[in-house]
């Protein structure tokens, strides 16, 4: 099998070029991986393409977690909530490391949108709906309880809080992680590879694609029986080359985070609360951070760079502001940031906030399947249904009939520990393992957090590759954890690294800055970057050091 890493970038187009595909997936976010693994795993032969980098748009770019919508319930979604409630559990079970229940307070003010009768009743209805387990449901919250257990929230009008558990998750992880599972059941991927047109037979179906490499610049051709179009803010692009881009169409918004030092955003408490505009942010710690979003915007600028406006920034400060008006917060106290987009399908007449996140499968009349819409959440059922809709057409078409879907008890890569309980036991062996290593246990349990059962490789390198690292002029730890996203999680550029495989931009601008040079200057050497891509390279991360910053102000 070929491995997943781009010192085999040659070895890994020549298997996806050598014979007929079944499935050829456009579009690495966690939509196009989870359609990758519930494909490669029904023994469809697989391949994906994405033209950036694996989870580079949306699926990096999201609040990070994995919830339920409750907010949809005002808006009678009544089935995804039932949907993608469910699906929490299921995403959480198959990758207990890098998914973890968060309790979530939704705090209740005089003449805001819940009160305590409604936020009851919804709470209640989201627990019978989402088939939420006993230790999960929701608690109802007095004043007094409430403010100790976020004593930053606004007091004033303050009627009480419902209590509910949502699930926190790295989305770049995640959808790493279920690419990896993928690749483990056969199929290939490659990141930097661009479509560049589609392949039609005689009678004008849709039978393959030109793809360029975005790093050599070579042009290859990948045939297969099926084309999904799983490009997320960029589906209506494929859509128009492929010429059925008609009828419905995406509706694209950005969402904002901005993130916050604990010694300056001392949160204690996940909170989900109503501006005073009616919109729902939420404010969460992490790692010794706090980060706050989102807004809903139209956009209609860069897809690939959609970038924070100082609009953007101020409704954020001026949320907190009145959410935690104890707080003295101003822009110099951003730490960093993030801007992501919501590829919606467009609903006439409506605002952002109310558009549908249901998800939705167009067919054009070349045979180009094109899925847009949904939501983290509910990614395994989409692909669920998208190669449902394959195998039916392959068994009408070649006679071919595969199983049904499995992936509902497929672990995602790292997951290998029996769920949510055996995680725990697994957890304990390896803080136990990193103890006797010698590595410090805050660091380990970000480790075994990171990678889940993968992080027993992240040691090994650890032990073996000390030398290599100090004369790399590395940490060991984040040596090993950078030689192991070079030969097992497909990096080839900086920013992918800093990124996606660790979210260390957005958490912990010191260690980038840290280490920025010398990862930079190894991974040159490694991957043979020409002086021309080390110094592209290093001028991609300071602008995404810039705008994560705001530095251009």
């Not at 909530?81 to 469910?86: I, M, N, Y």
């Not at 409506?350 to 996140?357: F, H, W």
Request: hydrophobic letters at 35%; a negative charge.
């Amino acid at each position: 099998m070929v491995r997943f890493s781009n010192l085999y970038r040659n070895d890994i187009y020549e298997s996806l070029t050598n014979e007929k595909l079944d499935v050829l997936v456009i579009g690495g976010g966690i939509t196009g991986s989870g359609i990758a693994l519930d494909a490669a795993s029904r023994g469809l032969k697989t391949g994906l393409v994405e033209m950036q980098d694996f989870a580079f748009g949306t699926s990096s770019r999201s609040t990070k977690l994995v919830h339920g919508g409750l907010r949809y319930l005002q808006q009678m979604e009544v089935q995804m909530v039932a949907e993608v409630g469910k699906e929490r559990a299921v995403v959480y079970e198959n990758g207990p490391h890098v998914t973890k229940p968060e309790w979530m307070m939704l705090p209740f003010y005089k003449k805001g949108n819940f009160g305590p009768l409604s936020a009851n009743v919804g709470l209640r209805f989201y627990d019978f709906l989402a088939q939420v387990k006993k230790t999960e449901r929701r608690m109802m919250l007095s004043k007094k309880e409430a403010l100790k257990k976020e004593p930053l929230l606004k007091s004033e009008h303050l009627k009480g809080a419902g209590y509910y558990v949502e699930y926190k998750t790295d989305d770049a992880r995640l959808t790493i992680e279920v690419l990896k599972k993928a690749i483990e059941f056969g199929a290939q991927a490659l990141n930097y590879c661009k479509v560049t047109e589609f392949i039609y037979n005689e009678q004008n179906k849709v039978v393959g694609a030109t793809v360029e490499d975005q790093i050599g610049g070579q042009q290859h051709q990948l045939f297969a029986e099926k084309i999904i179009n799983a490009a997320g803010p960029w589906v209506d692009e494929l859509r128009e080359m492929d010429g059925s881009k008609q009828g419905k169409t995406l509706y694209l918004t950005k969402g904002v985070h901005l993130v916050f030092d604990q010694s300056t955003f001392p949160l204690k408490q996940a909170i989900y609360f109503d501006n005073e505009d009616g919109r729902m942010i939420f404010a969460i710690p992490r790692d010794g951070k706090t980060y706050v979003g989102t807004t809903d915007t139209p956009y209609d600028g860069d897809i690939a760079h959609p970038t924070i406006t100082n609009d953007d920034r101020d409704y954020i400060l001026q949320a907190i502001h009145y959410m935690f008006p104890t707080l003295s917060i101003t822009k110099d106290d951003v730490e960093s940031s993030w801007a992501g987009l919501r590829p919606l399908i467009g609903d006439e007449g409506k605002d952002p906030d109310e558009i549908s996140r249901k998800d939705e499968i167009f067919v054009s009349d070349s045979g180009l399947l094109s899925i847009a819409g949904g939501k983290l959440t509910g990614y395994r059922k989409m692909a669920e249904s998208v190669i449902d809709l394959v195998t039916k057409q392959l068994k009408n078409e070649v006679g071919i009939l595969y199983s049904k879907s499995e992936t509902k008890q497929i672990p995602i890569s790292g997951g290998e520990v029996g769920g949510s309980k055996g995680f725990s036991r697994f957890k304990q062996q390896q803080m136990n393992h990193a103890k006797a290593l010698g590595i410090h246990l805050s660091q380990a349990e970000i480790l075994i957090s990171r990678y889940g059962a993968n992080v027993e490789k992240v040691f090994e390198k650890y032990e073996s590759l000390t030398n290599e690292a100090l004369q790399a002029g590395i940490d060991p730890i984040v040596f090993a954890e950078l030689r192991y996203a070079i030969d097992e999680e497909c990096v080839y550029k900086p920013v992918d690294f800093f990124i996606r495989r660790t979210s260390a931009l957005f958490f912990d601008i010191a260690w980038v800055e840290k280490y920025r040079k010398p990862v930079s200057n190894y991974m040159g050497e490694v991957l043979h970057w020409t002086q021309e891509e080390m110094g592209y390279y290093a001028r991609e991360l300071q602008q995404m050091l810039d705008v994560a910053t705001i530095r251009e102000d």
